[in-house]
């Protein structure tokens, strides 16, 4: 079936949710997809998530302007999603990969987040090596927070954290191990992080 | 390495988020928490999410009756999370195997629900022909909503959404294919939703 080869496209994906935790999150969530920059991805939203979809340095970039836009509120915010690439069902559109590489959200402002985030490896007998590889990359890189079940803690400013997660998208995929998901779950202005 | 075979273990985890957008957001997940009879699973809960371990029963029995608790306050919530099965890297530890069969929350309250779902059956080269019956199963429940990129739309009531998930994962995992990971992103009583 020609819909189970493996792509070549060098699309990259984000599902997520951004959950402001007040009365006001209409006004926080509108506030985030419209004061960011969006227009080096394509973007959809429904009534459960938001997807995005381009190169991969737009994607990342969006995702971190967007939480960072949220947090800037002061408001409590949990951003949730998954970032994809390789899948072999995946189609061709909605790619915008003609977009020149320069980043188009450029705010250094600092902001401590804590995050929990999983690879996997999609159809790679290897893929446990792979993910411990990837924590180790998050020790050396200074973010890494603790070990649990199911997940590994990442935390620190904003950019650090985000540097990382694109960086361990980057190494945890292969020309020959196309297909990989990454969840992330980033919790930000939290009451229980404690006044970091 | 020890650490890299794969478990014989029966334990089925979820770490999850659970987002009301409200102000309140403390007294509606606390409130969740408390009330919700979860003495049949393992809980822990951190600055970012909470993880639950147990029999795959009690698992799903916990997160349903989490999301129902919550959907009943009225607040706009999300329920974000992974269930997680035969991971190698998986302990023994935190189990509550030695728990009776019988469901402990049994609130049959009808509450409409839209979520989408992903499956991600590791190092299973026919891993794609899994995704795609299992999309076919959720039409034949009838509670298929929509394709999309990267997931797929489950909606109805929440009794027959969870259902349909339970089963979805006893399938898409199987003596031979052990580690099995579905994410779940829900949404309830959202303006989105247009009065469903």
Same mark, same amino acid.
Request: charged residues 10%; hydrophobic residues 40%; positive net charge.
């Given at each position: 079936m020609e819909e189970l080869q493996c792509g070549m496209s060098p699309i990259v994906g984000f599902r997520f949710t951004l959950n402001p935790m007040t009365d006001d999150f209409v006004a926080v969530i509108k506030g985030a997809l419209e004061e960011v920059d969006t227009s080096a991805v394509w973007m959809h939203t429904d009534d459960v998530s938001?997807?995005?979809?381009?190169?991969? =340095? &737009? +994607?990342?970039?969006?995702?971190?302007?967007? %939480?960072?836009?949220?947090?800037?509120?002061? =408001? &409590? +915010?949990?951003?949730?999603?998954?970032?994809? %690439?390789?899948?072999?069902?995946?189609t061709a559109g909605d790619a915008y990969l003609d977009k020149p590489d320069e980043p188009l959200n450029n705010d250094k402002t600092k902001q401590y987040v804590s995050s929990q985030f999983a690879l996997y490896p999609m159809n790679n007998p290897d893929y446990m090596s792979v993910i411990y590889r990837e924590v180790e990359r998050a020790k050396e890189r200074g973010v890494f927070n603790?070990?649990?079940?199911?997940?590994?803690?990442?935390?620190g400013d904003i950019h650090d954290v985000f540097d990382f997660y694109e960086e361990t998208f980057t190494h945890a995929r292969s020309e020959e191990h196309r297909h990989l998901v990454m969840t992330v779950s980033m919790s930000i202005n939290s009451p229980s992080h404690g006044g970091k």
């Open positions: 938001t997807v995005i979809r381009g190169k991969q =340095v &737009h +994607v990342f970039n969006v995702a971190k302007a967007l %939480a960072l836009h949220a947090a800037k509120t002061g =408001v &409590h +915010v949990a951003l949730n999603g998954t970032f994809s %690439a390789g899948c072999p069902g995946d603790e070990s649990m079940h199911y997940s590994s803690g990442i935390h």
